[in-house]
């Protein structure tokens, strides 16, 4: 059984992967070049396998 730390720990993660695909979305609506928008899309892939390691 998981630990109420851990599921802090996941939440914080959770919100920051929130954050960064909020961070998406507006370099969408500010027209931002797309290999930067490629790039934080990787970054919130590499941030959802660890969350889903950790889990």
Known sequence: MRSHA???SHL???NRIEGQIR???N???EE??????LIQIKA????L???????
Do not use: F, P
């Open 12 to 14: 914080s993660r959770v």
């Open 23 to 25: 961070g998406i979305k």
């Open 27 to 29: 370099m969408i609506e």
């Open 6 to 8: 851990d599921h802090r």
């Open 44 to 47: 919130i892939r590499s941030a």
């Open 49 to 55: 396998k660890g969350l889903e390691l950790r889990i």
């Open 32 to 37: 931002k070049y797309c290999v930067d928008i």
